[in-house]
């Protein structure tokens, strides 16, 4: 019966996919030639054989040994582009099924808003304790280039049109009139994408990044952030009217492209300025182009309203004296404020968007004065009993500036500890402080530091004749000072320190903030300011054990003591998934982080200061990737505290952010966890959490060891690594400006997470997602079943564990042993490559086997079905790329070096990071 429910519920997607897929493959048969398409349809059979274990893997990887490669670049291509149009088929499936769900008056699903609101109707917290925890409340997506997404721009807007006409497609039968025209639309669309180029001749410049970041503004977030920030503050407020909650919106966004230089030298005081000035700019201008909709809406004649005093005065400006608007003063004040708003854009970013005029107005002081005037003309209309024309245009304006202000989204700078070092070195060595600063231990360093952060003296003048890169480091946090005077205290909220690892570390950002003019240290009578908070980053295990440590020692220091205390005692503090993960195996990395929450969270209680963290996730679960709402509840209790920051990147924004309801949804998920974590008892664990916490101690251990005798102690691994998979060819697929490696070396260590962690998809063995963790769980248990029993009980009641082994499941249900032993063959040492491949297939096995035992299912994705589906309908299209991407490697490390092969190899890895939903 349950098998026939998910037919009935799966056969519109089934449908979509089949009509998709017919028409792709007619547009290949008429474009490509009956041979290439006879080829193609005989592999996808074949495929679908090989996943029925009818036949041998090999059957498919024996059809494309030797294909010529010009006959393999269409077969590539044409199933990177079914898998594409699968994607597409299955994001209409689900708004299939919510609306299916919404229609049947069932209860609001979890991570909704609506379900929210309901829990907390059920628990009632107590107003002043909300009103308490939600103060200063923010819930922060921050729009990274780790990478830009893999598929072109272009790419992603034909997929986009086919979207719709899909979408208007579900409204006709195929016998009306219409149905026709919308499938030679699709089929035109189809063509056209055929017809594109899937990959980039050219990697990505950064400028091109900021771009392409900016775009789901106008796509989606303009739109929906302000909407979701004023349903969601109206219904806080009805459940606690006594209470003034959310005075500032909860969703700001962020953004780290153009100001994240750790190990991406394009990131220059040009680009800093481009950045935020861009961002300005997409601010600037769709307010301007609001108020010129709102001049054509709001046409109320004065014979006909009466207004306001304060709507009168702004009438009075003299910006609109056309005879025609005399009586129009709606219009007329909404000129005036659109001319202020140009002449405020001509300050800021040295020119008018368009829709903007230039009369000569005063430009505002801020966006609050923006505001005042638009609320102006709202208290007016609501006067006159136009409550009713206010709540449209003129409430989402207004809701959009008081979320974006001018700078649209805060844009944090980012750097190496090392860096930091070297700079400070050398502005100490020139300003005659000390001459050898890096010889200094720890103490030294921090009293000399501190010292520097109670004067307003700078180190360096103008003249000043520093290196290249001290040079270059200063002009950045000095282009940051700008664009703060241009565009408003919130255009850098943030510097972040990769790798902290000490409270030098931190006082050397300081210092340079108070070099650039950003942070002033006070005086005796003047506390100190800075609109720039500086954010230690914690990422490998080592550091996250002893964040908390660092943080209180700083908070020990008087001048950062005082800095702190100035910002109303809050401390913001990153946790890096990725690195944690490459260094020490995902559930080591996993329990790290956890652990590291726990002890921020006592030190903030010590010491008074109001944290919140700031998770550097990444798409895919090897770098802290899965459901955002699910990670939120996985939280340890008091972590979240109304504030929550968290990276968004890869494929990751473009599925999340690119259309208007899928944006909302993930928005709303973001707020829903947030709300939920801070203001109701989602940990579970009670009086048993500290057997827990000590049980995963124990674990992590376990999982860390089992870790480190594969990766880093395993002699020959790095080689086996770079022979099995196509890390070298990754740094050619020109997803982003940033280079695959810190430093150019062969270690592990020094490698980036995204490539580490595309490498491993490519080739199916998703290793960093689980390895490590089946060999601690089997260990520990042992015999036992007892010791089973309470695993069994925590997957049960703590979150934080459930959500690690389904997380788990998901990378284990994409990943394919049989596939990755293909891989393994490119390894020339046939020693090296049974050990290691060897350790990995086991472990791999261990792992399926003690999930099973664990969660008590053998389906390793019983608590996610839409995945199952979804792996079902397009892992058979995965074999023939991951095969062809084998032998073209094959090719290429044999001597073939052509442009075609190249280009091959490529398409692959973009085929299969589309199907597999990452890029890293």
Known sequence: MREDRIETATAPLRDDIRFLGGILGDTIHDHEGSDVFDLIERVRVEAFRVRRSEVERRAVADMVRDVDIHTAIPLIRAFSHFLLL????????????????????????DSSLAATYRKLDAARPDADIAAELLRD???????????????????????????????????????????????????????????????????????????????????????????????????????????????????????????????????????????????????????????????????????????TPALAALTDEGYDDSPQRADEPYRRALRGIRARLSATAQRSLGEIPTDGIDVGARPYSGPREFLDELCVVDASMRASGDGLLADDRLAALRNAVETFGFHLQGLDMRQNSE????????????????????????????????????????????KARLSELATKELGVVRAARTALDDLGADTVPNYIISMCTSVSDMLEAALLLKEAGILDPGDAQTPPSSPVGVVPLFETIDDLRHGADILVAALEVPAYQRLVAARGMRQEVMLGYSDSNKDGGYLAANWALYRAELDLVEAARKTGIRLRLFHGRGGTVGRGGGRSYDAILAQPAGAV???????????????????????????????????????????????????????????????????A????????????????????????????SRPASRKPTNSVSDLRAIPWVMAWSQSRVMLPGWYGTGSAFEQWIGDDPNRLATLSDLYRWWPFFRTVLSNLAQVMAKADMDIAATYAELVPDEALRDTVFGMIRDEYARTVRVHAAITGSDELLADNPALAESIRNRFPYLEPLNQMQVELLRRRRAGD?????????????NGLATALRNSG
């Open 641 to 707: 505290r109304g504030s929550l920051r968290l990276t968004e990147q890869g494929e990751v924004i473009s599925t999340k952010y690119a259309d208007p309801g899928t944006a909302y949804r993930n928005l709303e998920a973001l707020v829903a966890g947030t709300l939920e974590s801070t203001l109701l008892d989602v940990e579970g664990l009670g009086a048993d959490a500290e057997p827990a916490y000590e049980l995963l101690d124990e674990l992590a251990e376990l999982a860390r060891r089992a870790y």
């Open 137 to 307: 409340a923010l819930v922060s997506p921050v729009i990274t280039a780790h990478p830009t997404e893999t598929r072109r721009r272009t790419v992603f807007d034909v997929q986009a049109r086919i979207t719709e006409l899909m979408r208007r497609r579900q409204r006709y039968a195929e016998t009306e009139p219409e149905y026709a025209a919308l499938e030679n639309d699709i089929r035109r669309q189809v063509l056209l994408l055929w017809r594109t180029a899937l990959i980039r001749l050219a990697r990505l410049r950064i400028q091109d990044e900021i771009e392409v970041g900016l775009r789901y503004y106008d796509l989606t977030l303009f739109d929906v952030i302000p909407r979701i920030n004023a349903e969601l503050r109206q219904a806080l407020r009805t459940r606690w009217p006594e209470q003034e909650l959310l005075t500032r919106p909860i969703l700001r966004p962020g953004s780290w492209i153009g100001g994240d230089r750790d190990g991406n030298p394009n990131v220059t005081a040009e680009v800093v300025h481009r950045a935020t000035h861009r961002a300005g700019a997409v601010a600037f201008g769709n307010y301007l182009t609001a108020l010129v909709d709102l001049e054509k809406q709001l046409s109320q004649s004065a014979r006909l309203v009466p207004v």
């Open 419 to 462: 860096v930091h070092e070297q700079v400070v070195a050398e502005l100490f060595a020139w300003a005659g402080v000390h001459s050898d600063y890096a010889s200094l231990d720890e103490a030294q360093r921090v009293e000399l530091l501190a010292a520097e952060l109670t004067t307003r003296r700078p180190l360096v003048g103008p």
């Open 86 to 109: 699968a994607n597409l088929a299955e994001d209409l499936q689900r708004d299939r099924r919510r609306a299916v769900h919404l229609a049947a008056g069932e209860p609001p699903q």
């Open 709 to 736: 005798r594969l990766v880093h102690d395993t002699p020959g691994f790095v080689e086996y690594f770079r022979a099995s998979t196509p890390i070298a060819e990754v740094a050619d697929l020109n997803l982003g």
């Open 897 to 909: 070096d052509s442009e075609l092969v190249e280009r091959g190899i490529l398409l692959t890895m």
